[in-house]
C-alpha cells in the first residue's frame, strides 16, 4: 500500500495556519465536557424513553439483592474504563494501517487521546482515524441494546449515550472538515491538539 499520499512529512509551501483545536485547553476542555454531559444526557433520555417508556420498571427489575445492583455498577465502570482505551486504540490503529509512522497516546484532565505527532495528515486520513471509533462503539453498544432487554439493554444504554457524548470532540472535527474548511487540506494531531492547515499560495505569510 502507498501510504504517502495519506500524509506529508513536512508541511508544503502554500499552506497556511487556519484553525486550533485544543481539547487540552482549560476553556475549550471544559466546553467540550459540557457539550458531552449535554449529548450523553439526550441521547440516553430518548433510548430511555423509546425503549423503556410503556413500562421504565423493566429496566432496573434485578434480582433484588444489593449486591447485584453493586456488581451491575462495578461491572459498568469496567465497561467504560476499557472503552475509553479500546476508542484510543481504534484511532490508533487506523492512524497506523493509513501512515505507519509514531503514534502518541494519553490521558488529561479533560480528554484521553490519541495522535500522529510527527506528521501532516490528509483530510481522507484525518476523517476516516476521527470517525473510526465513533461508528465501530455505535453499532456495538447498540445492536445489544435493541437486542436485549431488562437491565443489560440498559447498560448497553448507558454505555452508547455516553460514548456519543464522549466523541463530541471527534465530531466537532469532523464538522469543521466536511463543512468549514474548504479546499486542499492538511491536519496536524498531536493528540489533544489538531491544528489545520490550507493551501493558500496567494497567501504573502
Ligand atoms: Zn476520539
Given at each position: 500500500m502507498d501510504r504517502s499520499k495519506n500524509f506529508a512529512r513536512e508541511l508544503p509551501e502554500g499552506y497556511r495556519l487556519i484553525k486550533t483545536v485544543d481539547a487540552g485547553e482549560k476553556r475549550l476542555g471544559i466546553l467540550m465536557n459540557m457539550g458531552a454531559a449535554v449529548l450523553s444526557t439526550a441521547v440516553g433520555a430518548a433510548g430511555f424513553f423509546l425503549k423503556?417508556?410503556?413500562?421504565?420498571g423493566s429496566s432496573v427489575t434485578f434480582g433484588g439483592s444489593i449486591w447485584v445492583v453493586e456488581g451491575a455498577l462495578l461491572g459498568l465502570l469496567a465497561c467504560l474504563i476499557a472503552y475509553l482505551v479500546l476508542h484510543e486504540l481504534t484511532h490508533g490503529i487506523v492512524y497506523k494501517i493509513l501512515t505507519g509512522e509514531k503514534l502518541t497516546f494519553g490521558l488529561k484532565l479533560t480528554c484521553a487521546y490519541c495522535g500522529v505527532p510527527d506528521i501532516y495528515v490528509t483530510r481522507k486520513t484525518a476523517l476516516l482515524s476521527l470517525l473510526a471509533p465513533f461508528t465501530v462503539f455505535s453499532v456495538a453498544f447498540l445492536v445489544p441494546f435493541v437486542l436485549l432487554s431488562g437491565p443489560l439493554s440498559l447498560g448497553f444504554l448507558i454505555l452508547f449515550a455516553l460514548h456519543f457524548g464522549g466523541c463530541v470532540g471527534d465530531l466537532y472535527d469532523t464538522f469543521l472538515l466536511l463543512f468549514r474548511l474548504k479546499g486542499k487540506l492538511l491536519m496536524r494531531d498531536t493528540g489533544p491538539k489538531q491544528t489545520f492547515y490550507v493551501y493558500d499560495p496567494t497567501d504573502p505569510a
Amino acid at each position: 500500500m502507498d501510504r504517502s499520499k495519506n500524509f506529508a512529512r513536512e508541511l508544503p509551501e502554500g499552506y497556511r495556519l487556519i484553525k486550533t483545536v485544543d481539547a487540552g485547553e482549560k476553556r475549550l476542555g471544559i466546553l467540550m465536557n459540557m457539550g458531552a454531559a449535554v449529548l450523553s444526557t439526550a441521547v440516553g433520555a430518548a433510548g430511555f424513553f423509546l425503549k423503556f417508556g410503556k413500562n421504565p420498571g423493566s429496566s432496573v427489575t434485578f434480582g433484588g439483592s444489593i449486591w447485584v445492583v453493586e456488581g451491575a455498577l462495578l461491572g459498568l465502570l469496567a465497561c467504560l474504563i476499557a472503552y475509553l482505551v479500546l476508542h484510543e486504540l481504534t484511532h490508533g490503529i487506523v492512524y497506523k494501517i493509513l501512515t505507519g509512522e509514531k503514534l502518541t497516546f494519553g490521558l488529561k484532565l479533560t480528554c484521553a487521546y490519541c495522535g500522529v505527532p510527527d506528521i501532516y495528515v490528509t483530510r481522507k486520513t484525518a476523517l476516516l482515524s476521527l470517525l473510526a471509533p465513533f461508528t465501530v462503539f455505535s453499532v456495538a453498544f447498540l445492536v445489544p441494546f435493541v437486542l436485549l432487554s431488562g437491565p443489560l439493554s440498559l447498560g448497553f444504554l448507558i454505555l452508547f449515550a455516553l460514548h456519543f457524548g464522549g466523541c463530541v470532540g471527534d465530531l466537532y472535527d469532523t464538522f469543521l472538515l466536511l463543512f468549514r474548511l474548504k479546499g486542499k487540506l492538511l491536519m496536524r494531531d498531536t493528540g489533544p491538539k489538531q491544528t489545520f492547515y490550507v493551501y493558500d499560495p496567494t497567501d504573502p505569510a
